[in-house]
């Protein structure tokens, strides 16, 4: 599958908490995004980092990209009860594949 | 700018009637997404079109699934006839560029429940 995986599956933390999150996959990529995803609500584009980049920052969003790893991740730093949602990577080839996502759960 | 707008937001019909599920684009965009996501499956790609054009049908479940884009800024996902197995929320995308790899921006989704 090209899917990959991503970890965790869920995540709790409390506010303040960084939280991190992995995706993984199998195939070259043109570039990797990552959405978010409020329960009941369409998915919203957060970062995309292209394949000749290693990291990018978004207010208080950080991604890497490991290509020698097939790896990314999400840190969001200073987490915040409103941060409470479904997080899914996107791998780009020609299309976008998404992963089956993380979900994140910000304790007030 | 108003974003993707999808209709109708819920929809409750019984197996073996048509659906049909409609999609505004944002004005200016050129790529439309269909996608379907469930508790079992995930978010699957089902069709994409570029300028109107259907690049990527492999998605589509079997022949009772058919889109249409009839103008540059509409698209409708037809399901005829439907089955429990279609509910579903279904999701319409679109994207500036020409192509299935830059920024995607969603719509609210169609919760559709095939009873």
């Known amino acids: 599958s090209q899917q990959g995986e991503e970890d965790p599956q869920a995540l709790s933390i409390q506010e303040g908490e960084n939280a991190t999150m992995n995706c993984s996959y199998k195939?070259?990529?043109?570039?990797l995004q990552w959405y978010r995803q409020n329960s009941g609500r369409g998915l919203v584009h957060l970062i995309l980092i292209r394949s000749n980049e290693r990291e990018k920052h978004s207010g208080r969003l950080r991604v890497t990209l490991d290509t020698s790893k097939k790896s990314s991740s999400l840190l969001i730093t200073a987490s915040r009860a409103a941060d409470t949602a479904s997080y899914f990577c996107?791998?780009?080839?020609?299309?976008?594949?998404f992963g089956t996502g993380t979900l994140l759960a910000v304790q007030p | 700018d108003a974003g993707v707008i999808q209709s109708p937001r819920h929809e409750v019909t019984e197996m073996g009637q048509e659906v049909t599920l409609r999609c505004k684009l944002i004005s200016g965009h050129n790529s439309l997404f269909w996608y379907r996501q469930t508790m079992m499956r995930g978010l699957e790609l089902l069709i994409y079109?570029?300028?109107?054009?259907?690049?990527?049908d492999s998605g589509m479940p079997e022949d009772r699934f058919s889109a249409k884009m009839p103008n540059a800024s509409f698209s409708t996902l037809k399901i005829q006839p439907s089955e429990p197995r279609d509910s579903a929320v279904y999701f319409c995308?679109?994207?500036?560029?020409?192509?299935?790899?830059?920024?995607?921006?969603f719509g609210p989704g169609t919760r559709l429940t095939v009873l």
């Open positions: 996107a791998r780009a080839t020609n299309k976008l594949i």
């Open positions: 195939t070259s990529i043109n570039n």
């Open positions: 995308a679109s994207s500036l560029s020409s192509g299935g790899t830059d920024t995607q921006y």
């Open positions: 079109f570029n300028n109107n054009v259907p690049i990527d």
